[in-house]
């Protein structure tokens, strides 16, 4: 047992999401149990992971959880490994918001982006018709972001892209959207800063600079394209040229990338294929499904496109996850490592309050928010 790893998820304690700081002892090795110091609370070993308060072991989870992830049928796991349907289910639910929150955590931080891809998947529900929205970095073929509504509007695109927006520096941006106009007005509405003036009011808000939009439509005569138009909808044609050379693709913009994914994820959600006898009854288990199979695929499933010339004469290429790209990790994961990953929840933040603050509380921020 090693203090160092969990962190006290007590919302009332100030060393909230923080580990390493010595904090926490061992209070139960035989239940593995720990004590923080500052909340005077216990907190068991696998706070903040997919394992919290699950008794089944941890090989068994495992396996069903990478046969879910690669398409298998809930049915299957029933009759393969004699559980209920519903455990089944319980552990696709947990595994999705295990893989929700990993990505939260670890991918939508601030980085450069260069160039992004979206696209939309038309889902059929059972009784209706759903939407899924991707988007991806193109370089590293990083999956950013997802979001999964009823309808193909703009309530469907700005969750969307306000998650990219986490994830993405305010530098010089390159995204190739499909022909959907309303993905164009809320990538201009979402990447905005509002602009201080000292004045009252609400600020005024100013777009980021440096960023181009270049639409990709398609045209198709009942099954296959035949025209492929491509509009610079922001920036100017040159600034646009110039990045498209730069940019993956052989200077073209293209949507080859996401539709590689969607491909990906319509191959391993079951309830996205074509003709298919297993649709979803509700956009809870299609969201689910998005974040483990997302997950999946950045984190331990290695990319051709992705691999590295060999160093020396006689020696094997490199192979890279798109989490390995992108600087997140530096191996290839496996399912166990993305299920008991302890995902920390957000730090204290100091009470507001009136008049000065106390020595007590002075001195908690001073050591915990410094």
């Given at each position: 047992m090693d203090p160092a790893t969990p962190c006290c998820p007590n919302l009332a304690c100030p060393a909230r999401g923080q580990t390493g700081q010595g904090h926490l002892r061992?209070?139960?090795?035989?239940?593995?149990?720990?004590r923080?110091?500052?909340?005077?609370?216990?907190?068991?070993?696998?706070?903040?992971?997919?394992?919290?308060?699950?008794?089944?072991?941890?090989?068994?989870?495992?396996?069903?959880?990478?046969?879910?992830?690669?398409?298998?049928?809930?049915?299957?796991?029933?009759?393969?490994?004699?559980?209920?349907?519903?455990?089944?289910?319980a552990w696709w639910a947990r595994a999705g918001r295990q893989g929700q929150a990993v990505q939260e955590h670890l991918v939508e931080h601030p980085r450069d982006v260069g160039q992004g891809a979206a696209e939309e998947i038309r889902v059929k529900t059972q009784g209706g018709i759903g939407w899924m929205a991707l988007a991806m970095m193109v370089k590293t073929r990083l999956w950013l972001a997802?979001?999964?509504?009823?309808?193909?509007a703009l309530p469907l695109m700005r969750p969307r892209l306000g998650r990219v927006r986490r994830g993405a520096m305010p530098r010089p941006l390159l995204v190739c959207p499909d022909g959907l106009s309303s993905s164009v007005r809320?990538?201009?509405?979402?990447?905005?800063?509002?602009?201080?003036?000292?004045?009252?009011?609400?600020?005024?808000?100013?777009?980021?600079?440096h960023i181009d939009l270049a639409q990709v439509v398609k045209r198709d005569a009942q099954r296959p394209v035949v025209d492929v138009e491509r509009r610079s909808m922001d920036g100017t044609p040159a600034r646009v040229e110039t990045r498209r050379r730069r940019s993956p693709g052989h200077g073209v913009s293209t949507t080859a990338d996401i539709?590689?994914?969607?491909?990906?994820?319509?191959?391993r959600l079951a309830s996205l294929t074509r003709r298919g006898r297993a649709l979803a009854r509700h956009t809870l288990t299609l969201r689910q499904g998005m974040e483990l199979i997302g997950s999946v695929d950045h984190c331990w499933t290695y990319h051709a496109s992705l691999r590295l010339a060999a160093s020396a004469a006689g020696m094997p290429c490199l192979k890279r996850t798109p989490a390995m790209a992108a600087g997140i990790t530096d191996h290839c994961w496996i399912v166990q490592e993305l299920l008991s990953f302890p995902v920390p929840p957000p730090r204290w933040v100091p009470p507001k309050q009136r008049g000065r603050p106390s020595r007590a509380l002075k001195r908690l921020i001073e050591r915990w928010c410094s």
């Open positions: 061992i209070h139960a090795c035989q239940d593995h149990r720990f923080c110091t500052e909340g005077h609370q216990t907190l068991s070993a696998t706070t903040g992971t997919a394992w919290y308060r699950r008794r089944p072991s941890a090989e068994t989870v495992s396996l069903v959880v990478t046969r879910l992830a690669h398409g298998c049928p809930r049915q299957a796991i029933v009759v393969a490994f004699g559980c209920d349907a519903r455990t089944g289910a997802g979001e999964v509504r009823a309808h193909r809320a990538m201009r509405e979402t990447c905005r800063d509002p602009l201080p003036t000292g004045a009252q009011g609400r600020p005024r808000l100013r777009p980021w600079r539709e590689r994914l969607t491909a990906t994820v319509r191959e």
